[in-house]
DNA sequence: AAGGAAATCGCATGTTCGTGGTATTTTTCA
DNA sequence: TGAAAAATACCACGAACATGCGATTTCCTT
């Protein structure tokens, strides 16, 4: 269950990690003054913030920016997430930079702004996150929507037949040659030809190859 | 490049695809009164939809309501997007069953929407999808950030050096010892005590197997 | 200054792989 | 029913791999 501050006598706390001291301090003024939100310590290097974590009561939302001087915002993340996961972390950054999206995302961003926002959008979001939503500017969530098709993408049809497909299954397991026989109850040669055969179709000529090439391609399905 | 239809002269054109006809036709007033937007066509099931696209212009968005008896949603996305990958697809949902939130969004929908989002949402979504955006519900996009997060979290650390990890790169993409060494300017036996102690460290035994539990426990960070 | 971890290089041996062949038996489908 | 495709099986040889050992150098930390 998400749990929401909202009937809580206490007002959600929020911590601002930035290091433009201007903008910070007005961030700070403008979550301050809007009623249930407090902005108990603001920091402008993630180190102070981290170091803050073993004193200072646990914040509900941190808002992060990304492109800080020392530690980088998205190594921040695993550890502040580490103190507790209930802690929800709101990326702010100047540029929607493809790599730092993704990275700060997989590290377990709950959402993900550009400063360029309004204030007020930006109250808007922290209370999204506590309601359990993830704001995403638009054309960030965009992105992640790419991201997420072309990771599930097949692109390439290679013929192979089922009986090539299995063995390909077992090889990227990690089987050798022998061991796939022995499982498939067939002679290592036919095995032997079978792999001969995958490799003219995906031209490749390693083991090692094939492997990378059914992981980058999603050439068959994970069953777990 | 995007291509927006904002600057264009003729009106953005709205496929629905809603076997409830109510809603269907109040939709379809609400976008026909729209400035810019007109609904062309609308159908009660994914097969007319599709029959229409041999003889009808493409749409530039299509509604398509995921529970649709006949053929579901989420097949007929590849199909819709087959035609042309610039028709943005806009998935209508009476709830957010986490299954057909992937589902779609791997097939390549542009957005997600409950049905009971007001219509005004609606009409707002299509602008969005139209500016290179993602509507995404906002609960839905907590979900695919939580997929996210989960598919990339990094579980184990191996503790291997910097150097094993660079060699561990060039391994899984496909290299033989000797192609490391003379890509890193070392000799083969050094590649090879590196490899060594990798495959201590992962506990494994062979290339293969490697290469395997590198892309599964995302060992390496792709650099595209 | 000392200790340790990391990186470097070397050798030897048995195993597995990659690839060139050829050939027989199903299975499939027009 | 008859040809094509797929699956099965075999051999041989050089290349690449896995793994046992030992050794020196470089760099970091205390």
Same mark, same amino acid.
């Given at each position: 269950?998400?749990?929401? &501050?909202?009937?809580?006598?206490?007002?959600?706390?929020?911590?601002?990690?930035?290091? &433009?001291?201007?903008?910070?301090?007005?961030?700070? =003024?403008?979550?301050? =003054?809007?009623?249930?939100?407090?902005?108990?310590?603001?920091?402008?290097?993630?180190?102070?913030?981290?170091?803050?974590?073993?004193?200072?009561? $646990?914040?509900?939302?941190?808002?992060?920016?990304?492109?800080?001087?020392?530690? #980088?915002?998205?190594?921040?993340?695993?550890?502040?997430?580490?103190?507790?996961?209930?802690?929800?972390?709101?990326? *702010?950054?100047?540029?929607?930079?493809?790599? #730092?999206? $993704?990275?700060?995302?997989?590290?377990?961003?709950?959402?993900?702004? *550009?400063?360029?926002?309004?204030?007020?959008?930006?109250?808007?979001?922290?209370?999204?996150?506590?309601?359990?939503?993830?704001?995403?500017?638009?054309?960030?969530?965009?992105?992640?929507?790419?991201?997420?098709?072309?990771? &599930?993408?097949?692109?390439?049809?290679?013929?192979?037949?089922?009986?090539?497909?299995?063995?390909?299954?077992?090889?990227? #397991?990690? *089987?050798?040659?022998?061991?796939?026989?022995?499982?498939? $109850?067939? #002679?290592?040669?036919?095995?032997?030809?079978?792999?001969?055969?995958?490799?003219?179709?995906?031209?490749?000529?390693?083991?090692?190859?094939?492997?990378?090439?059914?992981?980058?391609?999603?050439?068959?399905?994970?069953?777990?």
């Amino acid at each position: 269950m998400i749990k929401t &501050n909202d009937k809580d006598n206490f007002p959600v706390n929020i911590w601002l990690v930035e290091d &433009n001291s201007s903008y910070r301090k007005s961030l700070a =003024s403008v979550i301050n =003054s809007t009623p249930g939100m407090i902005s108990s310590n603001t920091f402008s290097t993630c180190e102070r913030a981290l170091k803050a974590m073993e004193t200072e009561p $646990f914040p509900d939302v941190i808002l992060l920016d990304i492109g800080l001087p020392g530690m #980088s915002g998205i190594k921040a993340i695993q550890k502040f997430k580490s103190y507790s996961y209930d802690i929800h972390i709101v990326i *702010l950054t100047i540029y929607d930079d493809n790599d #730092s999206v $993704f990275n700060a995302l997989c590290e377990g961003a709950s959402g993900y702004l *550009l400063k360029d926002s309004t204030q007020d959008k930006i109250v808007d979001s922290i209370k999204e996150v506590l309601a359990g939503g993830a704001p995403l500017n638009m054309h960030i969530a965009q992105k992640v929507l790419q991201l997420f098709a072309k990771l &599930n993408s097949k692109k390439v049809d290679y013929e192979l037949t089922e009986r090539e497909k299995e063995i390909l299954q077992h090889l990227v #397991s990690g *089987l050798t040659k022998q061991q796939i026989a022995d499982k498939l $109850f067939l #002679s290592f040669h036919t095995v032997n030809t079978h792999i001969k055969n995958i490799y003219k179709k995906l031209q490749v000529t390693t083991k090692a190859a094939v492997i990378s090439k059914a992981y980058k391609e999603n050439l068959f399905r994970p069953k777990e």
